[in-house]
């Protein structure tokens, strides 16, 4: 085999998401073979303890790594501009392998204080148990943020846009303050895909993905992805990824691989398809509240076009009336599927309330601002004509069940 020089600079993102990294195969296959194998063998014994004294490149062990594996971190770390990725077993995989690469006793965390939920847990439950100090700030607000930076600050970590408001933060800006303290910076860019946004360029130490949601793409894989200069990610490999095993499988990785030679294509439709929706559930009688990166009175705004080169395809709304009316309307729906995740071919819909924070108490739902009838929706790749019509019926639905109620009030007085 030999390696072509597939990590040109020039070439596009849309480019690189089918070439990047590329190996070219003995026989010449077009598509990545699937190494799908636990062990390498050695010719003799000389080689095998070249390969571990790292004086011979080559193989070894698949949790050490994987040819398959090695092809979608080169192709992945291509896109977000880094030298080298490290791929993990899942999203969350990633996040705690890369976090925890860094981290020791007494060492400080400075945590947007609106994260993924697994994340969150993550810093707040297991970290302090092992003496990690965490904060959680409201990053929009650099001054906060400034002034919750310690000199045992070892890492910030911040997700943008953020679920379930999608607010947005500055990654340039938070950078300089992790910088000044010698902090890395960490940003979970699941939500936008390297496509959409690229927080190296605005600063970011790491970058990391649940490759479960855009990058994979077809809901078939759960993974995930980090990305980083030669040495972190090398750091993270040999450490915390290999010797706590959340590695990535080469089935996984093969699949992903395939799902990445559309992450151009599918963003732009995913993309387009959201704006539609948002204005479309804007105009909506039952809708209170909503938000969406790419309105343009929306806060993100002021970033796009440097920070973020679109708003990706994750809406969030609330509607006038409770957590029946939320349910109903989740209910009636015929072609929007209820699940949890995002970034799939699929719109996919769901009501944080009783889901994804459903173990928050009442309490800390509301200060979160997780309201009973706040609702969720990935919009997918299907005609957005269908997605709209089906959006359309259950609103009528709600409609309907609420005129029956009012009658009902008046005729019982
Ligand atoms: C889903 C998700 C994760 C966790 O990824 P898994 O692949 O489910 O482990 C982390 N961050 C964000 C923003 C996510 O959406």
Not at 26 to 37: C, D, K, M, S
Not at 386 to 413: H, M, P, R, W
Request: net charge negative; proline share 4%.
């Amino acid at each position: 085999m030999r390696t072509k020089d597939n990590n040109k600079p020039q070439w596009q993102p849309a480019t690189i998401t089918i070439h990047g990294g590329k190996t070219r195969d003995e026989h010449g296959a077009l598509v990545a073979p699937l190494y799908q194998t636990a062990t390498f063998s050695f010719e003799n014994t000389a080689q095998g303890s070249a390969r571990f004294a790292g004086e011979e490149a080559g193989y070894i062990y698949s949790r050490l790594g994987n040819p398959t594996v090695t092809e979608l971190e080169q192709r992945v770390a291509a896109l977000e501009g880094y030298p080298a990725a490290a791929a993990a077993a899942t999203g969350m995989g990633a996040v705690s392998a890369s976090m925890m690469a860094f981290l020791a006793h007494g060492d400080h965390v400075l945590v947007s204080d609106a994260i993924y939920g697994c994340s969150f847990a993550l810093f707040s439950h297991l970290f302090t148990r092992f003496g990690i100090q965490v904060d959680f700030v409201d990053m929009s607000d650099l001054e906060k943020t400034a002034s919750a930076m310690r000199d045992n600050t070892k890492l910030v970590f911040l997700e943008s846009p953020v679920n379930p408001h999608l607010k947005v933060i500055d990654i340039a800006a938070v950078a300089k303050i992790a910088h000044t303290k010698g902090a890395r910076l960490v940003v979970d860019n699941t939500f936008m895909t390297p496509l959409l946004q690229q927080p190296k360029l605005q600063g970011a130490d790491l970058v990391l993905h649940s490759a479960t949601k855009y990058l994979n793409g077809h809901g078939d894989v759960v993974a995930g992805i980090v990305c980083g200069s030669q040495e972190d990610i090398e750091l993270i490999k040999l450490t915390t990824l290999k010797d706590m095993g959340a590695t990535m499988s080469p089935h996984d990785a093969w699949l992903i691989l395939r799902g990445l030679k559309t992450l151009d294509v599918r963003m732009e439709r995913h993309c387009t398809n959201a704006v539609q929706v948002a204005e479309y559930l804007r105009e909506q009688p039952l809708v209170k509240t909503i938000f969406f990166p790419g309105f343009a009175d929306h806060p993100a705004q002021q970033l796009m076009g440097t920070q973020m080169h679109g708003a990706g395809a994750v809406i969030a709304f609330e509607l006038h009336g409770d957590l029946n009316t939320a349910r109903l309307l989740l209910d009636s729906l015929q072609l929007i599927t209820i699940a949890v995740s995002l970034g799939d071919a699929e719109t996919l819909i769901q009501h944080p309330a009783s889901m994804t924070h459903s173990p928050y108490s009442p309490e800390a739902r509301a200060a979160a601002g997780i309201s009973d009838t706040l609702i969720r929706i990935s919009v997918g790749l299907e005609a957005v004509s269908d997605i709209i019509a089906d959006l359309e019926q259950a609103f009528a639905a709600c409609t309907n069940s609420n005129t029956q109620n009012n009658e009902e009030q008046v005729k019982y007085g």
